[in-house]
Nanobody
Framework: VQLQASGGGSVQAGDSLRLSCTAS????????MGWFRQAPGREREFVAS??????FYDEAVKGRFTISRDNAENTVYLQMSSLNPEDTAVYYC?????????????????WGQGTLVTVSS
């Protein structure tokens, strides 16, 4: 599985942005999908995921970010609103063969290249 993330950019605090991640392969619907991020000087952390049982969010983004997927397009999205400078990071999408993967990076088997989101105050 190859993952291609896009949609990053530079925005102002309070703005919205939508990230997309398109996967290769014909079994996309069987994968759990997740978004993670890595801010400068920090370790990569969980943001959101979607699997066969539902959607999961880190507390820092709950209520502001929404994860969704379009299985017909092999694409997972991360709609981000009310962005603040603390959301500045490289955002990575990931796929897991585990249909119930949630937050742990070790559950995810495939990773995209990352897309940079910069939020200025």
């Amino acid at each position: 599985v190859q993952l291609q993330a896009s949609g990053g950019g530079s925005v102002q605090a309070g703005d919205s942005l939508r990230l997309s991640c398109t996967a290769s392969g014909r079994t996309f619907r069987n994968y759990s999908m997740g978004w993670f991020r890595q801010a400068p000087g920090r370790e990569r952390e969980f943001v959101a995921s979607i699997n066969w049982s539902g959607k999961f969010y880190d507390e820092a983004v709950k209520g502001r970010f929404t994860i969704s997927r379009d299985n017909a397009e092999n694409t997972v999205y991360l709609q981000m609103s009310s962005l603040n400078p603390e959301d500045t990071a490289v955002y990575y999408c990931a796929a897991s063969r585990n249909r119930y993967a949630t937050r742990s990076q070790s559950q995810f088997d495939y990773w995209g290249q990352g897309t940079l989101v910069t939020v200025s105050s």
